[in-house]
């Protein structure tokens, strides 16, 4: 475009901004006059009860946490494992996570527990740390503990090797 005449582009960039201040204008006009027919605002009622949305629900008892120390089969591949003990009071923060008292490889052999997997050692390309990853720091964001409580849901879950097998 060196050297030709660049006032078409400047023209036509001037009416396309022109244009759209003018449809802004439009849209801001009638929505101003359409909210103000005097029609209240609708309050989409709630999908979990009656409630008021601003009142506070009476929140049920925690389950009994399952403290067995027995490790769960897991349902499916690459499935987090469940927390088979109690974590009441661990502290999980920036600054200390008392998971790794006794799940880093240099605790295990005195704990008894099971080490952290390999996987919580590797960052987003793959490359090993000598330490846990900071996104895999926080435990109970994958890892829950067991309760025993009755399902909130009906659980139609089947296992991959059962599917097609007859009972």
């Known amino acids: ?17 022109l244009g759209a201040a003018l449809a802004a204008c439009i849209v801001l006009v009638f929505g101003a006059a359409f909210s103000q027919e005097g029609t209240p605002v609708k309050i989409v009622p709630r999908l979990t009860g009656t409630a008021q949305p601003m009142e506070l629900d009476k929140v049920p008892a925690l389950g009994r946490p399952v403290v067995d120390d027995v ?10 494992p469940v927390i088979p003990h109690a974590i009441d009071g661990y502290q999980l923060t920036l600054n200390t996570n008392r998971c790794m008292d006794c799940h880093k490889r240099e ?3 005195g704990s008894g527990a099971p080490m952290i997997s390999v996987t919580h050692f590797q960052d987003r390309d793959g490359q090993v740390l000598s330490d846990v990853t900071p996104r895999r720091y926080f435990c109970t964001a994958c890892h829950v503990q067991q309760t025993d409580v009755p399902p909130l849901v009906q659980n139609t879950f089947q296992d991959a090797k059962d599917i097609g097998r007859k009972r």
């Open 71 to 80: 490790r769960r089969m897991r349902n499916y591949p690459e499935q987090p």
């Open 1 to 17: 475009m060196r050297g030709q005449d660049r006032s078409g582009h400047r023209l036509m960039r001037a009416r396309t901004v």
């Open 107 to 109: 605790f295990t052999e």
